[in-house]
């Protein structure tokens, strides 16, 4: 398996923890995305949407790191046998690239990666309160639960982990979300746990 990243995007770091869980091998191929490496043609023939993640398997590529987790996750514990727990697990993964993912990983991408900040002043005050609505989703479901299917850690976990955990490098509050927090800090207790800096 290869999987095409660049290192710090959460989108990445998602795919690289759950390989890290399944104990599973995987080569990495490093495309800068801040010098066009993803929009050149050679990449371009991967993944024609000129976007990482791509995981490589048996020459297939896929792209969309949570196909990838779904992927990977298919016939064991991170992801629910049971065809409402597999539902749940995809509403949790269309909710994080919908209402999550282009605010949270936008504005991150944009202070603390692209330092376009200020050129990016409206768009990231117009997205700020559409963050933290994704963040105020999160804490009241986690007033209830531990994880978000079934009580039980899985993709749905890891999908929304990985760009939340980093969400104060783009100026979001955590410390606003105790339950969150308390669910970050779980995550993190996990085997095989593996930090985005690795
Ligand atoms: N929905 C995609 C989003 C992929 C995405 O937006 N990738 C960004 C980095 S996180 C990228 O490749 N940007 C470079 C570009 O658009 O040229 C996924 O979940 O994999």
Wanted: net charge negative; hydrophobic share 40%; with cysteine.
């Amino acid at each position: 398996m290869r999987l095409y990243q660049y290192h710090p995007s959460g989108n990445c770091y998602k795919i690289r923890l759950l390989l890290n869980q399944l104990g599973l091998a995987c080569e990495r191929v490093d495309v800068d995305i801040l010098k066009g490496e993803s929009r050149t043609p050679e990449f371009l023939a991967i993944n024609s949407n000129g976007r990482i993640p791509v995981l490589e398997v048996d020459g297939q590529y896929l792209p969309e790191s949570n196909a990838a987790l779904f992927y990977l996750a298919s016939g064991t514990p991170f992801l629910p046998a049971d065809r409402m727990g597999q539902a749940q697990v995809l509403r949790w993964m269309f909710f994080e690239q919908y209402s999550h993912e282009p605010f949270i990983a936008t504005i991150r991408f944009w202070v603390a990666f692209q330092r376009s900040a200020e050129k990016n002043a409206a768009e990231i005050q117009r997205r700020r309160p559409l963050g933290y609505a994704a963040l105020a989703v999160m804490e009241d479901h986690l007033r209830h639960c531990d994880y978000f299917v079934n009580n039980t850690y899985s993709i749905a976990d890891i999908a929304l982990y990985a760009y939340t955990h980093v969400a104060d490098e783009g100026g979001f509050e955590l410390e606003r979300f105790p339950h969150l927090q308390a669910w970050l800090a779980r995550v993190q207790q996990q085997p095989g746990y593996l930090s985005i800096t690795d």
